[in-house]
T-cell receptor
Framework: GENVGLHLPTLSVQEGDNSIINCAYS??????FIWYKQESGKGPQFIID?????DKRQGQRVTVLLNKTVKHLSLQIAATQPGDSAVYFC?????????????FGAGTRLAVHP | DGGITQSPKYLFRKEGQNVTLSCEQN?????MYWYRQDPGQGLRLIYY???????QKGDIAEGYSVSREKKESFPLTVTSAQKNPTAFYLC????????????FGSGTQLSVL
């Protein structure tokens, strides 16, 4: 099965700094990865995704890096703002219980301080 | 405005009662999903449906039931057999089966009275 873990449950950063949120996965056959942002009491919002044929993808202020060798995924947020405060989840495409699905990590809470 | 609508936002269940959570989407997506979220944990899949009139159990289906009579609707019933129902329930949809990104609703918080 797939295990998806995050290195830190909480990350505190100063406004304007860059943030890096990490995620490890266990299945080397995983080929699709997503980052979601979830604000308190709301549903997760898509941030960025990447397929296994890439090792880096950039969006607006966000970059996802994929290291397939060590099965590690990271989300980098540039110039972190108070509005970035939320829980961030990585999700990995995998096979579990006999079917294909996205497997979610437990989440990292990002706290941005002024 | 396209999206996924979950209702109600908050729901309370009495002992031995069945309750139904609503999920409606107007994205014309084939696949729909129900997830359960407990504090400090990731999302766990309850049920999913890839097409109308068909659905499959996820990892934690016991104590739950679903139906998919219409493409745009995927209601979840939390039955009295679910002994620990307090959680945040999220409905999601995607264009089809597979690894496409999921679009989530705003969630329903279910609590036990």
């Amino acid at each position: 099965g797939e295990n998806v873990g995050l290195h830190l449950p909480t990350l505190s950063v100063q406004e304007g700094d860059n943030s890096i949120i990490n995620c490890a996965y266990s299945n080397s056959a995983s080929d699709y990865f997503i980052w979601y942002k979830q604000e308190s009491g709301k549903g997760p919002q898509f941030i960025i995704d990447i397929r296994s044929n890439m090792d880096k993808r950039q969006g607006q202020r966000v970059t996802v890096l994929l290291n397939k060798t060590v099965k590690h995924l990271s989300l980098q947020i540039a110039a972190t703002q108070p509005g970035d405060s939320a829980v961030y989840f990585c999700a990995v495409a995998g096979r579990s219980g006999g079917y294909n699905k996205l497997i979610f990590g437990a989440g990292t809470r990002l706290a941005v301080h002024p | 405005d396209g999206g996924i609508t979950q209702s109600p936002k908050y729901l309370f269940r009495k002992e031995g009662q069945n309750v139904t959570l609503s999920c409606e989407q107007n994205l014309n997506h084939d696949a729909m999903y129900w997830y359960r979220q407990d504090p400090g944990q990731g999302l766990r899949l309850i049920y999913y449906s890839q097409i109308v009139n068909d659905f499959q159990k996820g990892d934690i289906a016991e104590g739950y039931s679903v139906s998919r009579e219409k493409k745009e609707s995927f209601p979840l019933t939390v039955t009295s057999a679910q002994k620990n129902p307090t959680a945040f329930y999220l409905c999601a949809s995607s264009p089809g089966q597979g690894y496409e990104k999921l679009f989530f609703g705003s969630g329903t918080q279910l609590s036990v009275l």
